[in-house]
T-cell receptor, first 113, second 116 residues
Framework: QKEVEQNSGPLSVPEGAIASLNCTYSDRGSQSFFWYRQYSGKSPELIMFIYSNGDKEDGRFTAQLNKASQYVSLLIRDSQPSDSATYLCAVNEKTGGSYIPTFGRGTSLIVHP | SAVISQKPSRDICQRGTSLTIQCQVDSQVTMMFWYRQQPGQSLTLIATANQGSEATYESGFVIDKFPISRPNLTFSTLTVSNMSPEDSSIYLC?????????????FGPGTRLTVT
């Protein structure tokens, strides 16, 4: 069974610090990797995606992918209280010709002033 | 990207009744899904809504309980049948959009269902 694992947290960081969110996945055939932010009571919002090994930066966010270790992470620099949310890792795995996304349980991030 | 709307945004229903949730996308999409998210939990895939054929259900979900329609490439409905309090959840419509060599996934705003 394909699995995507995340530490549920909460991860608590002070304002201005770097928040590091981690995710591991079980299927080596996974093609693409996504990070979603979900505020309480809202639907998930896509914030980053990465397809190739290495780092991808977008503003204060950096996604890191290591396919050999089956590991993807999200770094948030200069964390703000508005970054407090649950962060979901999602992995797209090819199944019978279709791409079926698998989600982790999410990591709750709290940025305190 | 895709703009997805859902109706209703929330509802309170009585046990034993059924509710149909509508999902409308602003562009034609091949792949559309229905998810459930129970309080404090992550997303659970209910089924893939297939245009022109029966939906593909995940383990633990059956057509009699969650019938799905997909009459065209921009619209789908999910019905929650014979509801019980355990069906209280947020139901989310989602689509995959092919963009620059990979699929990106977008979610509708969700339908918050409370069953009393």
């Amino acid at each position: 069974q394909k699995e995507v694992e995340q530490n549920s947290g909460p991860l608590s960081v002070p304002e201005g610090a770097i928040a590091s969110l981690n995710c591991t996945y079980s299927d080596r055939g996974s093609q693409s990797f996504f990070w979603y932010r979900q505020y309480s009571g809202k639907s998930p919002e896509l914030i980053m995606f990465i397809y190739s090994n290495g780092d991808k930066e977008d503003g204060r966010f950096t996604a890191q992918l290591n396919k050999a270790s089956q590991y993807v992470s999200l770094l948030i620099r200069d964390s703000q209280p508005s970054d407090s949310a649950t962060y979901l890792c999602a992995v797209n795995e090819k199944t019978g010709g279709s791409y079926i996304p698998t989600f982790g349980r999410g990591t709750s991030l709290i940025v305190h002033p | 990207s895709a703009v997805i709307s859902q109706k209703p945004s929330r509802d309170i229903c009585q046990r034993g009744t059924s509710l149909t949730i509508q999902c409308q996308v602003d562009s034609q999409v091949t792949m559309m899904f229905w998810y459930r998210q129970q309080p404090g939990q992550s997303l659970t895939l209910i089924a893939t809504a297939n245009q022109g054929s029966e939906a593909t259900y995940e383990s633990g979900f059956v057509i009699d309980k969650f019938p799905i329609s997909r009459p065209n490439l921009t619209f789908s409905t999910l019905t929650v049948s014979n509801m019980s309090p355990e069906d209280s959840s947020i139901y989310l419509c989602s689509v995959l959009i092919w963009w620059q060599g990979a699929y990106e996934q977008y979610f509708g705003p969700g339908t918050r269902l409370t069953v009393t």
